[in-house]
């Protein structure tokens, strides 16, 4: 088990970002060390700020690729790994959608999203097909579609995940930090021994509160050095592309086929042990099913055992959504946006967060191989195949808004 990242959440000024970026990286590169002290391997640092249309609300959105450069150069200075600058939503100008591309070829550690959902605000169709849109044209940044993995599209997620891409800051809200875990490898041990489903359960429970008590107080020893909020631990078994920190491998061990009859139970049973564990909590907390990032994930997509309406079946019960998603490089527009769609209508449905990053690979077709093994964090792979999008002249495919009730829990007596 592995901490992916500290994550430091700040606000940012138009003027001066390097104020805050300073402040955070003091307070990352102490907990960099108290944690390895404390026997655990850091990957990362990264920084979140609140969404970049507030940043730059008094100049637009043509500032948006200039001012992504800066941060990223300030941040490199401070020896900060990654900066998220978070979500354009419907409420803004279309211009900041549209900017995306230009920043993420402008820089090559700063991750954004867009947020296509939300309670208050409903599904704006338009912002859908314009979210997949930009999916698009960010798939050609780069020749190899590795430039996706810095976009992702939000639905019904809180400020305060540190997961990237998804993290972003509360506007206006005080400093703070948490911690991603890459602890799929947990799931492996509580099952390799296990003798029933329900020691399996326990298993994972007994393991993942214990690490959350040894982080959790290291944390809180340094919230209290900084006078800064420690926000708590995301535990979402995030894997690593190697068969033993796998979380699809995980599931197997519980005697399923990943995308066969019983892998939903397996979902279901990891979620449970997880739901059990007492630790301060932000973000997630789910399964984490990123396909290029976890080896069985990739080899059963690459087959063709696990599909892309699998997942979203897993989405239902894990609460994180769709990640590192191979698609082929001509996928159309309305076979995009009819994913986004279901994402965004199962996370209001459901009253989750739910993510989709989603990722055409250019020149590439279904069954190719995907050619990004040689970025460290992604497994060899096979583009998925997609099934058909929206309708046109269908009602979902009108670029207009619409609501999705939360499911209401009504008691049944008698």
């Known amino acids: 088990m592995n901490i992916r990242s500290v994550t430091a959440f700040t606000n940012l000024t138009l003027n001066e970002p390097e104020l805050a970026l300073a402040q955070a990286a003091n307070v990352l590169h102490s907990a960099f060390s108290a944690f390895e002290a404390a026997g655990f391997q850091v990957q990362t640092r990264r920084v979140a700020t609140q969404p970049y249309p507030r940043i730059l609300a008094q100049t637009g959105p043509g500032l948006a690729a200039a001012f992504a450069r800066r941060v990223q150069d300030l941040a490199g200075d401070y020896g900060i790994d990654y900066v998220g600058l978070g979500p354009a939503c419907v409420d803004d100008d279309p211009g900041f959608v549209d900017a995306i591309p230009d920043m993420i070829a402008a820089t090559e550690t700063v991750f ?27 798939s050609t940044v780069t020749s190899d579609g590795l430039s996706n993995l810095f976009l992702t599209a939000i639905a019904n997620c809180p400020p305060g995940a540190p997961y990237f891409p998804v993290a972003y800051h509360e506007t206006d809200a005080p400093p703070r930090f948490a911690l991603a875990l890459q602890a799929a490898d947990l799931a492996q041990i509580a099952f390799s021994e296990a003798e029933s489903v329900d020691d399996a359960r326990l298993r994972l429970t007994q393991l993942v509160a214990g690490v959350a008590s040894e982080l959790s107080a290291v944390g809180e020893r340094l919230a209290g050095e900084f006078d800064i909020e420690f926000a708590g631990l995301d535990i979402s078994l995030a894997p690593y592309p190697q068969d033993g920190h796998s979380l699809g491998g995980a599931m197997e061990r519980l005697g399923v086929h990943l995308g066969g009859s019983g892998a939903a139970a397996a979902a279901a049973v990891i979620m449970s042990a997880l739901d059990a564990a007492q630790y301060p909590r932000t973000g997630f907390n789910g399964l984490m099913l990123p396909v290029l990032e976890d080896s069985i994930l990739a080899a059963r997509a690459g087959s063709g055992q696990l599909t892309l309406t699998d997942l979203l079946l897993y989405s239902t ?68 195949a997609v099934p058909p999008g929206l309708v046109s002249g269908g009602l979902l495919a009108r670029q207009e808004p619409f609501r999705i009730k939360a499911r209401s829990r009504r008691s049944t007596e008698g």
């Open 112 to 138: 954004c999203s867009v947020d296509i959902g939300d309670h208050a605000r409903g599904i704006d169709g338009g912002l859908i097909w314009r979210t997949a849109e930009v999916i698009r044209r960010v």
């Open 317 to 384: 019960i894990c609460g994180t959504g769709l990640d590192t998603v191979p698609l082929p490089g001509d996928i159309a527009t309305e076979a995009l946006a009819g994913i986004l769609l279901d994402v965004a209508a199962l996370a209001l449905r459901l009253d989750k967060p739910l993510t989709a990053r989603l990722m055409p690979i250019p020149g590439k077709a279904a069954g190719d191989d995907c050619g990004l093994e040689n970025f460290e964090y992604f497994a060899p792979g096979r583009v998925m």
